[in-house]
T-cell receptor
């Protein structure tokens, strides 16, 4: 079946602009996650959705970052007033969700964001 | 706090050599999960294995094997008879709930 997809694959923007990054999870997965990966580092947790609600947004670096998942499927990560330090690869993952055990998360190819 | 350490930044081997990637973790949870992911140049993280803290059995899958030792808080990954296609960055991750904590990764270069 289809895996997690993310669009765009690359996004170049200017400092101060607004960007939206989209994630399509694996069909039927109720849990969705966003991570950010800086060069030479492992992914760092940003936010976790169970269904439509953000169950944990503790990883969002500041209030310029916001994410939504209005229908419990596709999610959009929104970044306002972008800064050069926001440049990174933004990874989305999904998992079956709803269980007691920790799920295995399946990752998309990421969106490489470059802020000039 | 939870932490994952992958001390090997980069490893180069010649094809057909065996190679072991080290992973050491820290957690106060009694129930936790460990994972390995492969990140080829395309960038997508590919799931390789998941282990829970109560299952210390080693696992073998083809040329891949994993050695989980709670006594040393390690979850090492061995590739036997490495191939050029194994070249990638490999990440070890730890999770007590839904939040994965990743190490900094080990870049493996397999030379023909």
């Amino acid at each position: 079946g289809a895996g997690v997809s993310q669009t765009p694959s690359n996004k170049v923007t200017e400092k101060g602009k607004y960007v939206e990054l989209r994630c399509d999870p694996i069909s039927g997965h109720t849990a969705l996650y966003w991570y950010r990966q800086s060069l030479g580092q492992g992914p760092e947790f940003l936010i976790y959705f169970q269904g439509t609600g953000a169950a944990d947004d503790s990883g969002l670096p500041n209030d310029r970052f916001f994410a939504v998942r209005p229908e419990g499927s596709v999610s959009t990560l929104k970044i306002q007033r972008t800064e050069r330090g926001d440049s990174a690869v933004y990874l989305c993952a999904s998992s079956e969700g709803g269980g007691v055990d920790t799920d295995t998360q399946y990752f998309g190819p990421g969106t490489r964001l470059t802020v000039l | 706090a939870q932490k994952v350490t992958q001390a090997q930044t980069e490893i180069s081997v010649v094809e057909k050599e065996d190679v072991t990637l080290d992973c050491v973790y820290e957690t106060r949870d009694t129930t936790y999960y460990l994972f390995w992911y492969k990140q080829p140049p395309s960038g997508e993280l590919v799931f390789l294995i998941r282990r829970n803290s109560f299952d210390e059995q080693n696992e073998i899958s083809g040329r891949y094997s994993w050695n989980f030792q709670k006594s040393t808080s390690s979850f090492n990954f061995t590739i036997t008879a490495s191939q050029v296609v194994d070249s990638a960055v490999y990440f070890c991750a730890l999770s007590g709930t839904y939040k994965y904590i990743f190490g900094t990764g080990t870049r493996l270069k397999v030379l023909a």
